[in-house]
């Protein structure tokens, strides 16, 4: 069973404060990605890298970083948090070969800043 | 660009009744589509997926999915919902150059006992 886990399941932070969050899967995935799920507004994708070291920017990068080290953990980073950024956010991996396959989802960390 | 669009935002059903769940996708070439599933409080997880062959999928719980890539539509379908199929629905596809999916904004179904 594929198992992809974040650090926390809720966090709060301050604006302006530096925000990392975790992610760590358990399959040996290749692919990882970070969303954003905000109602009305489905999943948007920030970023999501096919490797270690690498990563691609999403649709909405703007604020984020991220960090990919070694292969089963991927971090997001909110350089300088801040209210609009006040959001479900979700980590998925997935297998990176020439079929399509399903994401994996972790089970999300809801940030509030404040 | 690739989106997809599901038309109904919520939709409330009682217990017995049909399900379908409207999903268009705009991408023209070789496309896999997803739902995907989030009860509340938890992961969001895989109903059924298409890549290629029989275009109407089955699913878990009792969900199929018919594509009809003349339409560009993944509708997502039960011929009887149950209370505990109250959750949020995405519709997601991903091109054949991409990596990452691409999510509609999500249906709320809520199912009255």
């Known amino acids: 069973d594929v198992k992809v886990t974040q650090s926390s399941r809720y966090l709060v932070k301050r604006t302006g404060e530096k925000v990392f969050l975790e992610c760590v899967q358990d399959?040996?995935?290749?692919?990882m990605f970070w969303y954003r799920q905000d109602p009305g507004l489905g999943l948007r994708l920030i970023y999501f890298s096919y490797d270690v070291k690498m990563k691609e920017k999403g649709d909405i990068p703007e604020g984020y970083s991220v960090s990919r080290e070694k292969k089963e953990r991927f971090s997001l980073i909110l350089e300088s948090a801040s209210t609009n950024q006040t959001s479900m956010y979700l980590c998925?991996?997935?297998?990176?070969?020439?079929?399509?396959?399903?994401?994996?989802f972790g089970p999300g960390t809801r940030l509030t800043v404040l | 660009a690739q989106s997809v669009s599901q038309h109904n935002h919520h939709v409330i059903l009682s217990e017995a009744a049909s399900l379908e769940l409207g999903c268009n996708y705009s991408?023209?070439?070789?496309?896999?589509l997803f739902w995907y599933v989030q009860y509340p409080g938890q992961h969001l997880q895989l109903l059924l997926k298409?890549?290629?062959?029989?275009?109407l999928v089955k699913g878990i719980k009792g969900f199929e999915a018919e594509f009809i890539k003349s339409k560009f539509s993944f509708n997502l379908r039960k011929p009887s919902v149950q209370w505990s199929d109250t959750a949020e629905y995405f519709c997601?596809?991903?091109?054949?150059?991409?990596?990452?999916?691409?999510f509609g904004k999500g249906t709320t179904l809520s199912v009255s006992s």
């Open positions: 399959m040996d995935h290749e692919n």
């Open positions: 997601a596809v991903k091109g054949q150059a991409g990596t990452a999916l691409i």
């Open positions: 998925a991996s997935s297998l990176r070969t020439s079929a399509p396959r399903e994401q994996f």
């Open positions: 991408y023209g070439g070789t496309v896999n």
């Open positions: 298409y890549f290629s062959g029989d275009p």
